[in-house]
């Protein structure tokens, strides 16, 4: 595993949001734009109040994509689009035509599944993600139907939640340039620690080759 241990979540999210403009910087200068994806939890929500806080982040080269999304419209306390939009993207010069939320408010959730697939770039430079105590990343929930799905972009019903959901499937994630994955918490502790030893069947074990940003808590099973 590619890990970075940090002493607090504060420090974890802080060191995400340096990470951030730094691959927004090089990515601008090589490619002329950074393709990123977003994604909701609390780990994120930290590094976003950090992240707007940074200068130099090249923001008329930033655009936005959303890796998972609640099936509620844009307004909803549950969104993860507002939870960027209100930590983040209201407080930094991000072009509006370059923010791409996906629309979990339409019905059915797979057309809006189809059509966010079509606006994504060829490729995404990094993918940010969070995982659930259940090992869930992005909205890839163990046992449910997207963890097998192809595409780019799934509808996803999550039992469990009795809700449906949108998000990146698997290829989608791991075509990108990289993954980061923000953990944060002792609740994550026993899923991290399975998941380094290869035990469990946890969707987040199926993200290849992620750069885990960790706190003390959550890495501190991993026996390092
Ligand atoms: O449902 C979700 O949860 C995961 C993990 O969230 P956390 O609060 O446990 O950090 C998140 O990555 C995903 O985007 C979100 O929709």
Redesign the pocket.
């Known amino acids: 595993m590619n890990v970075c241990v940090f002493p607090t979540p504060e420090d974890t999210a802080r060191a995400a949001a340096k990470a951030f403009a730094r691959a927004a910087g090089v990515a601008v200068a090589a490619r002329g734009a950074f393709h990123v994806a977003l ?6 929500r930290m590094m976003y109040r950090e992240l707007r806080t940074l200068p130099d982040v090249p923001w008329e080269g930033v655009h936005i994509y959303f ?2 999304e ?1 099936s509620v419209g844009p307004d909803s306390p549950e969104s ?1 689009y507002r939870l960027a939009h209100d930590e983040l993207l209201a407080h930094v010069p991000v072009p509006e035509r370059q923010i791409h939320r996906m629309e979990g408010e339409r019905r059915p959730l797979e057309d809006a599944a189809r059509d966010y697939a079509a606006l994504l770039p060829e490729r995404l430079d990094v993918v940010l ?5 259940d090992g ?4 890839l929930f163990p046992g449910t139907a997207a963890l097998t799905a192809g595409g780019r972009v799934a509808a996803n019903w999550v039992p469990k939640l009795g809700t449906g ?1 949108l998000t990146f499937t698997f290829d989608e994630i791991n075509a990108a340039r990289e993954r980061w994955l923000l ?1 944060t918490g002792a609740g994550k502790a026993d899923v991290l620690r399975e998941v380094a030893a290869g035990e469990g069947d946890y969707p987040v074990a199926r993200i290849r080759d992620p750069l885990w940003y960790l706190d003390e808590a959550a890495a501190g099973k991993l026996g390092r």
């Open positions: 994604s909701g939890g609390s780990t994120p890796s998972d609640r993860n993600l969070g995982m659930g105590d869930h990343t992005a909205s959901r953990v």
